[in-house]
Every structure is written in structure tokens, then in C-alpha cells.
């Protein structure tokens, strides 16, 4: 095949639970030799081998330290981590800490939307690109949904509790350590006395058969990525958009908010419950949006 339609191939291959190929549309293939040896492996295995080295290329890391990688569909690098207490800390706009231990490796938290556009000015800035949020529609991309969504539709309008059945692990129960959620580890002397500080009741559904040994934020990372390299887009902290929820139409069904800054993406503090799905999402208003389980990450654009 010529190297346009071999692209075009890459760029709309999903797998078969939505998870979708990480891939840099316009990128360096193979030489024409190396490509008359893909001709004769099956096809599957030669998009795999070019979708590799395109994405080898893909990687760049700003001056904090920041990596960020291509989401296919979008026009943007993500950062594969959120923001760090020490990144966010080197902006000088001042850190309200939580009531229990981070190293400056965890999420920064008790960051408001505007908190967090104000960091993505300074970023920019200081690194001479164009930093911002990623829109709801790119945060979905970057977990594996976003060719199941409407990117015309409001955010409020696809957070529907009878959406998408899947998690950011896949579809059903966790196998091995997939994040920092609310697991069994709220069922020892320690998490009973944090799930009462925080007025959780017994009530709680925590994820059956799951621990992750954490109760509060863990370091940034800590858990295998995606396919497409990005970290804790679901446990640890939930994460600020940039775009407004918009509002509902009848029957419709929204948490938060009307018309507010979107968090998506579960977090510590979340059990196994509609919160912890792939199609999640709240509305917060912009300023009062602070809290000890909600971080942000950025992306940057690409031009």
C-alpha cells in the first residue's frame, strides 16, 4: 500500500473495547525497503510495527519535565501525568496543601479551574507554546471513547449513568493494580478512620476484590499507562476541562453543577460506582471547585 492510505489505516484502527492506536498522523514511516518487508507479514502486525515507530517520535518533554504524547484524533500533545505539587509550586501562585502527606512528586490538588487556567498562562509563557486544559472532547480521545461520542454535544449531555459501560481498565472488575480508587484498603483500622473523617457511610461500594494499598493521592505515575502512554486518567485526583458543562434536556441526568467548569476521570476516594466509568462526569462552578481529590493536567497544541 502507498504511504497515504497506509496512514489513513493507522489513524482508524480501534480495538474492540474502544481503546484507540497511539499514532501521530503526518509522521515518518518506514523507508520504501523496510516497507516492501511489511508487505509480507500479515496486515495487523505491520500497522502494529509502523504505529511503533511513528509514535517513538511522538514524545517530547518540556523544561519541568513534563512528557507529553500525541492523542490521535486531536491536534494536541497531553501531558501523560497531571501536574505535580512541584510544578505546580515553580509558577508562584501559591499551594493550599491537603490535610494529609504528599511528596512533591503527587497531584497538586485544591486547585480551582481558574487556578488552573492561570497555571496553563504561566506555562506558556514560560515555555513558548501554547499550553491550555484539554477540552472534554480530547479527554475522552485520550481514554478511549471519544469515537463513541458526539464531540458537537455538551459534556452534561454524554455523562449519563446508562452510557458508556466501561472503565478506564477495560469493561468489568479491575485485574491487578489499575489505579488508586476506593478499594478494600478502606476496610482496615486506618481506612475506617479516614472513610469516617470524610462522612463516607457503610454503605459504600468499594471495588470488590480490589486493593491498591493507597487511601490518599500517590504518586503521579505510579500505575502502567494506557496504549497511548497517558497515566491516571482514571483514580488518584479527577481532572479539570476547559469546557463548560452546558446544560440538559429533559430526563437527562448531570452530578454537579449546571453550566460549570467539568471535572472527568474517578479518584481516590472513588468506589465502584458510575464515578469510576470512562463516560464520567461533574460540573463544578470555576472557584469553588477546590478540594483534596481534584488535580489537572495540560496539553499543548499542536500547530
Not at 45 to 61: G, I, K, R, S
Not at 66 to 82: F, H, N, Q, R, S
Request: proline share 5%; aromatic share 10%; with cysteine.
Amino acid at each position: 500500500m502507498d504511504d497515504m492510505n497506509a496512514q489513513k489505516q493507522m489513524q482508524s484502527t480501534d480495538g474492540k473495547d474502544g481503546m484507540v492506536g497511539r499514532v501521530v498522523p503526518n509522521a515518518p514511516i518506514f523507508s520504501s525497503t523496510a516497507r516492501m518487508g511489511l508487505r509480507a507479514l500479515p496486515m495487523m502486525m505491520a500497522l502494529a510495527l509502523v504505529a511503533f515507530a511513528a509514535c517513538a517520535q511522538a514524545q517530547e518533554t518540556n523544561s519541568l519535565g513534563m512528557k507529553m504524547d500525541a492523542v490521535p484524533g486531536t491536534k494536541i500533545l497531553m501531558a501523560t501525568t497531571e501536574v505535580t505539587v512541584d510544578q505546580y509550586k515553580a509558577a508562584g501562585l501559591g499551594y493550599e496543601a491537603p490535610n494529609f502527606a504528599q511528596g512533591g512528586n503527587h497531584p497538586a490538588v485544591n486547585v480551582s479551574w481558574n487556578d488552573a487556567k492561570k497555571y496553563c498562562a504561566w506555562l506558556s509563557k514560560k515555555e513558548g507554546k501554547k499550553y491550555r486544559l484539554p477540552t472534554d472532547h480530547e479527554w475522552s480521545c485520550a481514554i478511549g471513547i471519544g469515537h463513541l461520542e458526539d464531540p458537537r454535544a455538551s459534556p452534561a449531555s454524554k455523562g449519563q449513568p446508562q452510557g458508556v459501560d466501561r472503565f478506564p481498565w477495560g469493561v468489568g472488575l479491575p485485574k491487578g493494580k489499575v489505579g488508586n480508587y476506593m478499594g478494600q484498603e478502606w476496610n482496615n483500622a486506618a481506612g475506617v478512620t479516614v472513610a469516617k473523617a470524610y462522612g463516607f457511610t457503610e454503605g459504600t461500594k468499594l471495588i470488590p476484590g480490589y486493593s491498591d494499598g493507597v487511601l490518599f493521592t500517590s504518586p503521579v505515575g505510579s500505575y502502567a499507562p494506557n496504549n497511548l502512554g497517558v497515566c491516571d486518567l482514571g483514580g488518584n485526583v479527577e481532572e479539570w476541562c476547559l469546557d463548560k458543562s452546558g446544560r440538559l434536556s429533559a430526563g437527562e441526568f448531570f452530578s454537579g453543577d449546571m453550566n460549570s467548569g467539568v471535572i472527568r476521570g474517578g479518584s481516590w476516594r472513588s468506589a465502584y460506582s458510575f464515578e469510576s466509568r470512562s463516560n464520567s462526569r461533574k460540573g463544578i462552578f470555576e472557584n469553588s471547585g477546590k478540594n483534596d481529590y481534584t488535580s489537572f493536567r495540560v496539553v499543548c497544541e499542536v500547530r
